[in-house]
């Protein structure tokens, strides 16, 4: 397994994301998404055969767990009780998919130019710790796009866990000797997380019929 696969499997991982956020069918989104979590368990296992570090073995099955069976079996779930496809969002598809892809490439070459100045360490600097280190920011940029531009709750919940994946993947990158407990933590607090926001939506959308976030926010009113 060489450094290129390292790098592969990141590019996979932006791609994956943008079809996350960007497919407006939500069973389609789901299935996105499960790919983005399997591509980041495999990036895990790339990177812990070419660092030497047994450690990391566990913190990819942690991430298997959660990230690739107990949360895309919520969100397929939740699915079941929905509309097929997702409210309208704030911008059109095809605007949106040109912003997003630029935004991607823009992000992805200004974060691994000047990754220096985000993780100033001699190890950022260098393959395939950088690339993986501009993926992590540049998926962090789309976790941020999705919460900024979805109007339907489960986008925002995608929105959430692909801040929560590019932390990962920084971490990863920067700290891959973090003690495993402390990894299992915030895993368990994502699921929390995103149990809890299903749940809720799901009772909303039982009593209101909408998982329109905009629609929601004017309920207080």
């Known amino acids: 397994m060489s450094e290129q696969t390292l790098v592969t499997l990141t590019l996979a991982i932006l791609i994956t994301s943008i079809a996350a956020v960007e497919i407006r069918n939500l069973r389609t989104t789901a299935t996105a998404y499960l790919l983005h979590s399997i591509f980041l368990c495999s990036i895990i296992l790339s990177y ?4 030497d570090n047994p450690s990391l073995y566990l913190w ?25 496809s997702e409210h309208r ?28 100045l985000l993780a100033p360490t001699e190890a950022a600097q260098v393959e395939p710790v950088r690339s993986l280190l501009a993926g992590a920011f540049t998926i962090f940029t789309l976790g941020l796009w999705a919460l900024l531009t979805r109007r339907d709750v489960l986008k925002v919940v995608i929105g959430l866990a692909l801040l929560e994946n590019g932390v990962h993947l920084v971490l990863l990158a920067l700290t891959p000797q973090l003690r495993e407990t402390t990894m299992i933590g915030i895993l368990t607090n994502v699921v929390a997380v995103v ?7 799901s009772s909303i959308f039982q009593i209101f019929g909408s998982t329109d976030t905009v629609k929601l926010s004017e309920l207080k009113r």
Do not use: E, N, W
């Not at 812990?48 to 660092?51: Q, R």
């Not at 099955?61 to 779930?77: G, H, N, Q, Y």
């Not at 911008?91 to 990754?115: E, H, P, R, T």
């Open 89 to 116: 969002p704030l911008i059109g598809m095809g605007l949106s998919l040109v912003i997003i892809s630029i935004l991607v490439v823009v992000f992805f070459q200004l974060f691994k130019q000047y990754i220096f």
């Open 48 to 51: 812990a055969y070419l660092k």
């Open 195 to 201: 149990f809890l926001l299903l749940y809720l939506s």
């Open 60 to 84: 990819a099955l942690t991430c298997f767990v959660t990230k690739v069976t107990i949360i895309p079996f919520m969100i397929f779930r939740y699915i079941r009780q929905m509309p097929p």
